[in-house]
Nanobody, 123 residues
Framework: QVQLVESGGGLVQAGDSLRLSCAAS????????MGWFRQAPGKERDFVAG????????YYSNFMKGRFTISRDNAKNTVYLQMNSLKPEDTAVYYC????????????????WGQGTQVTVSS
């Protein structure tokens, strides 16, 4: 089992930045690829960004357009999502997730999920 706890969400204005954190416990964190997803009210959960177990490779959804950066610190069992130039359409609950093996974007491929953290961007 892997337990994931997100933090860092909040209410910000358009153009502001936030850094989300996801702290992991349980199995060896470095064995898992990690992903960030988001879900807006009434919409499906979408892939945002992912990072391989080593941190050597990352992948982003097209709508990021260079605004978001995912990173991880295996010594601290933590993955981060730096979000810059936030827009009202970024408003959603953000979730981190873990999976063994390769990095993929499919929601159903991830084995463990956090409880989510709310990000609200006002115009």
């Amino acid at each position: 089992q892997v337990q994931l706890v997100e933090s860092g969400g909040g209410l910000v204005q358009a153009g502001d930045s936030l850094r989300l954190s996801c702290a992991a416990s349980g199995h060896t964190f470095s064995n898992y690829a990690m992903g960030w997803f988001r879900q807006a009210p009434g919409k499906e959960r979408d892939f945002v960004a992912g990072i391989t177990w080593s941190g050597s490779s990352t992948y982003y959804s097209n709508f990021m357009k260079g605004r978001f950066t995912i990173s991880r610190d295996n010594a601290k069992n933590t993955v981060y999502l730096q979000m810059n130039s936030l827009k009202p359409e970024d408003t959603a609950v953000y979730y981190c997730a873990a999976k063994r093996g390769s990095l993929v974007t499919a929601v159903g491929a991830y084995d463990y999920w956090g409880q989510g953290t709310q990000v609200t961007v006002s115009s």
